[in-house]
């Protein structure tokens, strides 16, 4: 058994929000001593999870977003009494979300006030939502004491970054012939809702422009995502665009992100592994706020037009209209993407911090 202090975090339900996660863990690593961390999560984010050193073990949670399953929470908090755990943060807000804790017994039970967790935690935490302005900023207080200050700005030490697998890496440039020309990868799809989506035909027009200057362009998103990928590689009809959506494993995209020399993308789960592999990224926001979940990198080029009914945080436009999207131009994220490739990758290492 490990001298160390063992710490269970039960994380997020959303990819953005697991890489986010990152830098409380980067807190945590921090103390002395530091504990040994590990992290009940989904299924799915096993393979990020796998790309951050400070994890010493990821746990399988097999529930769906929104599924009680009482049984196999209980069953998989039992087993977890074995790890003697000592600490447990449970960064979602729900009361399902504080029962393996309970059920493993681990004395301290940290996190936010919400959905009748009195008894489920023990270290219940009030949300300053003024104080607590960003999502990030909220998964790094409950590792920090309740009444510590926080930085304005997330220092560098303790943004997100994803291990990278070199070998895997060659295999991925082999496979889909990256090498002389400059790759752009765009990120079309996101999950929550339409109301986060620059609409397929900017992105159609954004990758024609860069094909025709010579950019290799992959198109990454899940299987959910290929159709909305073939509205975008279609019309683009060249064949340096290429529609990887659901081609992919996680683990894939986070070293294709990093042999990116640029990535777009919405403000969406990969817009983070974007930030989080190292490249320079084009953020787009339309329904959300990038005040709210700013990509955690100085590598950054946010376009956000900030008209009066934004940001909503709706799932779908409720005035039909889409300006907050349909107001960016390609042209806009065309000059973004070229300010971007035209940042030497060293000059913007130094800028961030890194």
């Given amino acids: 058994m490990s001298a160390r202090a063992k710490m269970l975090v ?18 945590l690593v921090a103390r002395t001593p530091a504990p040994e961390i590990h992290v009940l999560a989904p299924p799915w984010s096993q393979p990020l ?28 908090g039992r087993r977890l009494r074995a790890e003697q755990y000592s600490e447990a943060i449970v960064l979602p807000r729900s009361l399902k979300a504080a029962l393996v804790p309970w059920f493993a017994r681990i004395p301290k039970r940290t996190g936010f006030r919400g959905e009748w967790r009195y008894g489920l935690l023990n270290d219940v935490r009030d949300l300053d939502r003024t104080r607590l302005d960003q999502t990030v900023k909220r998964f790094v207080a409950l590792g920090l004491d309740a009444n510590a200050e926080l930085p304005s700005e997330l220092p560098a030490e303790w943004r997100p970054r994803l291990f990278l697998d070199d070998a895997n890496l060659a295999r991925l440039r082999e496979q889909h012939g990256l090498g002389g020309e400059p790759v752009v990868a765009l990120m079309p799809g996101a999950e929550y809702g339409p109301a986060k989506r620059w609409p397929a035909p900017g992105f159609a027009a954004l990758a024609r422009s860069l094909a025709q200057a010579g950019r290799s362009v992959l198109l990454l998103g899940s ?34 992100l990093a042999a990116a020399d640029a990535a777009v993308s919405n403000d969406s789960g990969l817009l983070h592994v974007a930030a989080a592999a190292g490249t320079p990224v084009v953020a787009i926001y339309g329904s959300s706020s990038p005040t709210f979940t700013p990509p955690l990198t100085a590598r950054a080029t946010i376009l956000y037009r900030g008209i009066e009914c934004s940001p909503c945080f709706a799932r779908e436009c409720p005035l039909g209209h889409l300006r907050c999207l349909r107001e960016i131009g390609p042209g806009d994220v065309l000059q973004a993407v070229e300010r971007a490739l035209a940042t030497p990758r060293a000059l913007a290492a130094g800028a961030a911090g890194d």
Wanted: proline share 4%.
């Fill in 49 to 76: 999870l796998a790309r951050m050193p400070e994890v010493a073990r990821s746990i399988e949670l097999a529930a769906g977003h929104g599924e009680l399953k009482l049984r196999l929470r209980r069953s998989l």
């Fill in 10 to 27: 039960v994380g997020p339900s959303w990819v953005g929000d697991m890489v986010m996660a990152q830098a409380l863990y980067r807190v």
């Fill in 223 to 256: 299987a959910k995502e290929r159709d909305l990928g073939e509205e975008i590689r279609v019309p683009a009809a060249s064949a340096r665009v290429r529609n990887l959506c659901g081609e992919t494993t996680l683990g894939d995209v986070v070293d294709l």
